[in-house]
């Protein structure tokens, strides 16, 4: 319902992005929360996207944007977000990348 009731250009650009998500983290369930397309794994939340007007914003926690500043330079950041805009092709490699880490870090932390 999220993705559908936007336009036809930002829904291919969210159906992309929740795919490449979806791909890189096959075990994760999806939801909705705080009003966007939420990926939680074993509980724990792992990603979340949102449309916005000019971009799409990605957040894979604060700690991770640290982590990948470098990977990060080519796109505006957040505490918490990466805005990727529409006008761009969304960089797969980049948040398969980000979302397995983020599986990862979930993953080591549970084992504690």
Same mark, same amino acid.
């Not at 336009?7 to 291919?12: A, F, L, P, Q």
């Not at 979302?99 to 979930?106: A, I, N, S, Y």
């Given at each position: 319902v999220y993705i559908a009731s936007y336009?036809?250009?930002?829904?291919?650009k969210l159906t992309e992005m929740r795919a490449v998500i979806q791909a890189a983290a096959p075990d994760a369930t999806e939801k909705i929360s705080w009003s966007m397309p939420t990926f939680v794994w074993k509980g724990k939340l792992l990603v979340q996207?949102?449309?916005h007007k000019a971009h799409i914003g990605f957040y894979p926690m604060p700690d991770v944007i640290e982590?990948?500043? /470098?990977?990060? #330079? /080519?796109? =505006? #950041? #957040?505490?918490?977000?990466i805005q990727f805009p529409y006008k761009n092709q969304l960089p797969a490699e980049l948040i398969t990348e980000i979302? =397995?880490?983020?599986? =990862?870090?979930?993953s080591d932390k549970l084992k504690k």
């Open positions: 336009s036809n250009y930002i829904r291919e996207f949102a449309a982590i990948f500043r /470098d990977k990060l #330079t /080519d796109f =505006k #950041t #957040t505490k918490g977000g979302v =397995k880490f983020r599986v =990862k870090e979930v």
